[in-house]
Every structure is written in structure tokens, then in C-alpha cells.
């Protein structure tokens, strides 16, 4: 099935169900929707996590979800945000430093995963370092529907992107 396709849902009698959108199935009519969301980061290794969902109540498929274990001297603002294209079936999600500020924490480990394995996948992402220089690619790992660092990296940052593909 591709976007925009209709199908049928079928009861158990096979005389009831519905005539569906695909978009609405698969991300609650949010493709064409932008979303961005303030939270704070906090250093001290306990780690974290933010939510930046295109919906209310949030969907698994079309919400990104940024886990972080920073260590550093200051709590910092940051924004996710999260958009979609219908025409390219695509979620992008950016997690970045509040006002394109530098940043004093240093991370650990970050996981960013858009969507949910079984519908999406990471096809380009970029990372930029504290002071806003783009970090090499050999630095980060794109994996099913999540961006991560490349083994061992340890560093700064300030701006991560994912842009995911959908598939059904």
C-alpha cells in the first residue's frame, strides 16, 4: 500500500468494516503537521528522554523520541521538532540547542528514533558539534528508525537531524 491508497478493513463476518485512508491509519492525519517542543537537558549521568509527537494523544508512528546521557556544567533549553511531507512520505525530526546558542554539555550517548521500526526508516541525517560545525558521518550511525552515535564517540552538540522514509 502507498499513501493516500484506500483499503478495506474487514469484521469477522466479513460483511462490516470500513473503508480506510492509509494516512489516517498510519499517522492519525498527521503528515503535513509541525510540532516543536521545549525541554530542558540536565547533566549528571541519570540521562533522558524527550517526546515530540505530531499528535495528541501522541502515536508511536509518527512521534520522535530523543534519548540522552549528557555530563557538563549547566542545564540547558532545547527544542525537538518534527514535521512531515505527504508528498515524500518522510518525518523529519531535529533536536537542537535553544536559539542556536552553543553548548557546554557533552553527551555520552543519544538515540533519536523516528516512527516505530515496522513502518519507518532513517535515510539521511546530520549532526553538528557545540560549536555548530557539521560532525563527519563516521561519527553517527543510521539504524532501522533511529540515529546514534558511531561506536565510542563521546562529544558535543548542539543540532541532530534524522529524516526518516515511510514504508508499508
Not at 18 to 34: E, I
Not at 119 to 138: C, T
Request: proline letters at 5%.
Amino acid at each position: 500500500l502507498l499513501l493516500g491508497e484506500s483499503f478495506k478493513l474487514k469484521g469477522d463476518d466479513d460483511q462490516s468494516g470500513c473503508v480506510c485512508d492509509m494516512l489516517d491509519l498510519l499517522v492519525g492525519s498527521a503528515l503535513g503537521k509541525t510540532n516543536t517542543v521545549r525541554f530542558v537537558i540536565v547533566p549528571g549521568g541519570e540521562g533522558g528522554e524527550a517526546m515530540i509527537p505530531l499528535d495528541t494523544p501522541p502515536i508511536p508512528d509518527s512521534t520522535c523520541v530523543f534519548k540522552f546521557d549528557v555530563y557538563g556544567a549547566t542545564t540547558e533549553s532545547w527544542f525537538g521538532k518534527i514535521s512531515a511531507n505527504p508528498e515524500t512520505q518522510e518525518i523529519e525530526c531535529t533536536i537542537y540547542r535553544a536559539g542556536d546558542q552553543e553548548t557546554y554539555l557533552l553527551f555520552n550517548s543519544y538515540e533519536i528514533a523516528v516512527g516505530t521500526a515496522d513502518v519507518s526508516e532513517v535515510i539521511s541525517a546530520h549532526v553538528k558539534d557545540g560549536e555548530g560545525d557539521p560532525v563527519e558521518s563516521n561519527n553517527f550511525v543510521m539504524e532501522k528508525n533511529k540515529l546514534l552515535p558511531a561506536p565510542g564517540w563521546k562529544g558535543s552538540a548542539r543540532e541532530f537531524q534524522a529524516l526518516a522514509k515511510y514504508f508499508i
